[in-house]
């Protein structure tokens, strides 16, 4: 699919052909990138970098600039939401993916995408509607953050583990995510980018913004270590807690355990064996023992 901009009211339109006008960018699969790679140089670079699509990067040429971008999904879900390649000149922009989810995505914001100057600007404003809405996104993880904490004081549940270890592996994507996208927008800021970018401080504008959904991807990084370590410490206090009960009853039934072994040893000599009032003294000693200790342990407020 290729895209051009109306002369009329300058609103970027898509088409099938384009006939005489030149298209401002084109969408195109791996094959039809193939077609024409003898008007692209640096083709073979293009082409090792869409063999495996893992993060997002911007590497510049002389006549060009080309990368990839990665852009995971605003879910739980690990699988991207979009991945392509691009190749950026002083006069075109190609995005290289054969999926297909790319051109949907660009027709559902091609409105968006107007008032362009150079192609470098058209990648800008496709790259600031990748980011568009994260903030949103963001703020939904620290909601679920704080329902977590609120569950941890009545006692926690039992899909915490999990839950907590999706928003972790997430937010760990994400962060590295900024991260590229930040420098990828410092890149643009260079020298070495100066034919192609019209206006650095567009993409300083948006390397910042990328910087900062770092930070907040951090913030809640940190909120989720802190997380777990209440939760740890609340769990590691209710095993201490009943320790502490198990070893009150093991305390308790002490003395009335080495009684019950001491006069079941049936020795013939046990002279309280014989006697008729032995087994009531025994039974009253207990009991005297037990009160003794109920009253010990009340008064160390152990109970």
Not at 239 to 251: E, R
Not at 273 to 284: A, F, N
């Amino acid at each position: 699919m290729q895209y051009f901009i109306d002369s009329k009211d300058g609103s970027l339109q898509a088409a099938q052909n384009c006939g005489d006008r030149k298209p401002f960018f084109t969408v195109m699969s791996t094959a039809e990138f193939h077609e024409c790679k003898e008007q692209l140089p640096y083709y073979k670079e293009l082409l090792h970098c869409l063999g495996s699509i893992r993060y997002c990067k911007a590497e510049v040429f002389k006549n060009c600039i080309i990368g990839t971008l990665r852009l995971p999904q605003k879910s739980e879900q690990r699988s991207p939401q979009l991945s392509f390649g691009f190749y950026l000149t002083g006069q075109s922009l190609l995005f290289v993916e054969d999926v297909g989810d790319l051109k949907l995505w660009v027709d559902k914001r091609i409105g968006m995408l107007q008032e362009l100057n150079s192609p470098a600007q058209l990648l800008l404003q496709f790259m600031e509607q990748m980011i568009e809405d994260d903030v949103l996104y963001l703020s939904h993880i620290e909601s679920e953050t704080e329902k977590m904490e609120e569950n941890i004081g009545s006692g926690g549940s039992a899909d915490f583990f999990p839950l907590l270890t999706k928003h972790r592996q997430k937010l760990s994507e994400l962060n590295a995510y900024y991260e590229q996208l930040t420098n990828i927008g410092e890149l643009f800021q260079s020298r070495a980018c100066s034919s192609f970018a019209d206006d650095t401080q567009d993409w300083d504008k948006f390397a910042y913004r990328a910087e900062r959904l770092q930070n907040h991807v951090q913030l809640l990084r940190e909120n989720m270590l802190q997380l777990r370590e209440l939760y740890q410490s609340k769990q590691d206090a209710r095993q201490n807690k009943i320790m502490g009960i198990l070893t009150i009853v093991t305390t308790f039934f002490l003395p009335l355990t080495l009684i019950t072994g001491w006069y079941g040893m049936n020795f013939a000599y046990m002279p309280e064996l014989k006697w008729r009032y032995g087994y009531p003294v025994v039974i009253l000693v207990a009991l005297i023992i037990a009160v003794v200790e109920f009253i010990y342990f009340k008064r160390k407020k152990f109970f």
